[in-house]
């Protein structure tokens, strides 16, 4: 569980953990630590692979490659692999961290949350948030290899089938829009899954599920005692369970999590999935770490501006410079790929010239239309202690029982160690009459229908075995909790990501607007609700300790609340649940968007980009999954489209 949201905290967790959090990270390096031997594509020295920029830029000489993919992230990595598939392909991958494969916290599941305000974190924060308490928000993204499927809860979701008709809709008619309907687009959803059934949820029907891919899934993540609980109050106040909500039947119900965890309990990242040694001995392959790309290079001697490189920089100072033949592809994330859009003169005008950076293309929507999941975290006391805040080794009963559980771990890959926090899930409507009764929520009140589809939701609600604020569950006393959550799915409220100056290390201005519409507090307010009401049903009301009842700091209470101190809770509680998407938005250039069905950046056909940011609006799930679809597809669209072209 998340990190502390001040230095002061942060001193005071160490001392208080070093000694056990030494010893689990000794055992789990044992386990782990995973040699990189003779990988040939791993570049430690830039000046292998790039060239240094003199003084003049006619003094030097390009290393060149026909694909150049910025972002070595969930997207990035996929994208590299799968292009470098075809030794014709030469790809060149840059990333601005380091490889995540001997961080010990990259693969034990539950140590995510160590990562956050480390040196491997862009450790970013919002703008004040007037409509969300005026305060500034923490948001994690990792600065690694594999990006944030390092740092992520590994919930398996897709969305729902409608999100992706949505998608296709959105398009217009555009040469392309059918290609990602959800008909259509699933085959990459399927491409890169290989799911593990399991004998204990023998529901699920695996031959709906992709079995070859790189990526593997399935219900390794721990299921602590309250998990099956909540799944079953679930039930009885009317949600159904639903064994798979990962196929074309739809995302509506409650169920255990399906988790990036594999057979042995490590985390599945996109670089462990799929930057395996036999993919770095590819000769057609080079990934650059440490390279943090500060601008795009292009030719502009042509009626349209042609991308032709990239220039990054290496902590030591130096500047680097490369050539790609073909194609560059930004692939940084929804925070990254738009600040580099944007430095490279690719974005609104106004707003370049206002930093004094020239203007490549005019493309206002690069940066507009920020969307992301906004989670609110309801924490109870629990009573049955069967919760997992040992693992914060906050006492010492808590660091015995951490270097314990870190030996089932080393020994067996399973227990408490596996757990990925966001243990069962479930979907649902906040017009669903079932769970939302006419006579206490009179339909002239429902909000705003915002969802893709009938069959698609707008809320999540997921439990967790540990209680945490503000991402840290050290800012709240030691004791046993276990938390309640709500996500609205389908907000209304859109940001932007902004240059606060043309600097390339300084951060994004990052205004995700959140709540500032009604609809979005309305919906929350709901969730809410109906969280109260599972909480107090059994079997999940018998891990409830009434000793807390009327603990200000718990939730005890919360259903003793009118709707308008709910809706003051829910300003209060807001905080991301790290599905920032849509800044740099497939769709019409009219409507705002950046690129086209192609993935292509308007105006500049050999420029493209294949991350969350190009999602046309967000999914009502968890947004790993399709962003590991678009990489899958990218590589096809970019493949097909260097074999119509004649080779240098």
């Known amino acids: 569980m998340p990190q502390p949201v001040s230095a002061q905290l942060a001193g005071k967790k160490i001392a208080a953990v070093s000694v056990a959090m030494s010893a689990f990270a000794i055992v789990l390096r044992y386990l ?31 290393d060149e490659y026909d694909v150049v993919v910025i972002g070595g992230g969930t997207a990035g990595c996929a994208l ?22 001997s961080e010990v916290f990259t693969i034990v599941p539950v140590s995510y949350s160590r990562l956050f305000h480390s040196v491997h974190d862009w450790d970013l924060r919002t703008v004040p948030q007037p409509n969300a308490g005026s305060l500034t928000k923490y948001w994690p993204r990792a600065k690694l290899l594999g ?40 085959k990459y959803m399927l491409k890169f899954e290989k799911f593990h059934p399991s004998p204990q949820y023998p529901e699920v029907d695996a031959s709906l599920r992709g079995n070859s891919g790189p990526v593997e899934v399935g219900f390794f993540g721990y299921a602590s005692k309250g998990t099956p609980k909540f799944i079953e109050a679930c039930q009885k106040v009317g949600i159904p369970a639903t064994p798979d909500v990962n196929t074309s039947k739809g995302t509506i119900g409650v169920t255990k999590v399906v988790t990036y965890i594999n ?136 660091k015995l029982k951490l270097i314990s559980a870190a030996w089932q771990y080393r020994l067996k890959g399973t227990g408490p160690l596996t757990t990925n926090v966001c243990e069962a899930i479930a979907f649902v409507r906040s017009t669903d009459p079932k769970l939302f009764p006419p006579d206490e929520f009179p339909p002239e009140k429902n909000p705003e229908d915002t969802t893709s589809g009938p069959g698609a939701p707008d809320i999540e609600l997921f439990f967790s075995p540990v209680g945490y604020k503000q991402h840290s ?88 609340l009118d709707d308008a101190a709910v809706a003051e809770q829910v300003r209060h509680k807001a905080e991301t649940l790290y599905h920032p998407a849509c800044t740099a938005r497939m769709a019409p250039l009219a409507d705002g968007g950046v690129v086209d069905p192609f993935l292509r950046v308007h105006g500049i056909p050999n420029l493209r980009v294949a991350d969350a940011s190009v999602f046309p609006t967000i999914v009502s799930g968890h947004t790993a999954a399709p962003t590991l679809a678009i990489a899958e597809k990218a590589a096809d669209l970019i493949k097909e489209s260097l074999s119509l072209k004649p080779r240098p």
């Open 32 to 62: 782990h630590k995973r040699g990189l031997g003779p990988l040939s594509a791993l570049v430690r020295d830039p000046a292998m692979a790039a060239r240094r920029v003199r003084s003049k830029e006619d003094e030097y000489d390009f």
């Open 80 to 101: 590299a692999s799968r292009l470098s598939e075809d030794p014709s392909i030469r790809v060149l991958l840059l990333e601005a961290g380091k490889s995540s494969l």
């Open 147 to 186: 990006g944030c499927s390092c740092l992520n809860a590994m919930v398996f979701h897709a969305g729902a089938p409608e999100d992706y008709d949505e998608w296709s809709l959105a398009q217009k008619g555009q040469e392309g829009a059918l290609q990602w309907s959800f008909s259509e687009f699933q």
């Open 263 to 398: 057979p042995n309990g490590r985390r599945v990242t996109s670089e462990f999935a799929y930057l395996t040694p036999e993919v770095l001995a590819r000769p057609n392959l080079k990934v650059i770490t440490q390279a943090q790309v500060t601008r795009i290079l292009f030719d502009r001697s042509g009626a349209t501006p042609r991308a032709i490189g990239a220039e990054f920089t290496h902590p030591n100072g130096e500047k680097f410079q490369v050539k790609a033949r073909k194609e560059v592809v930004l692939s940084a994330g929804a925070v990254h790929t738009p600040q580099i859009l944007m430095l490279s003169g690719v974005g609104p005008a106004d707003h370049l010239k206002a930093h004094n950076i020239p203007v490549v293309a005019d493309l206002p929507g690069v940066g507009s239309h920020l969307m992301d999941h906004v989670v609110i975290d309801l924490n109870y006391l629990d009573k049955s202690q069967s919760s997992l805040s040992f693992v914060e080794g906050r006492t010492l009963v808590h």
């Open 473 to 560: 569950g050290d800012n709240m006393p030691p004791a046993h909790y276990f938390g309640l959550h709500g996500v609205l799915l389908r907000p209304t409220s859109k940001g932007t990501i902004r240059l606060k100056s043309s600097d390339p290390n300084e951060p994004p201005i990052i205004d995700p607007q959140y709540l500032s519409t009604e609809h979005d507090v309305g919906v929350l307010v709901r969730a809410a609700r109906l969280l109260a009401r599972i909480v107090s049903t059994q079997p999940l009301v018998s891990m409830l300790d009434p000793a807390a009842d009327a603990d200000a700091e718990l939730d005890h209470a919360l259903h003793t």
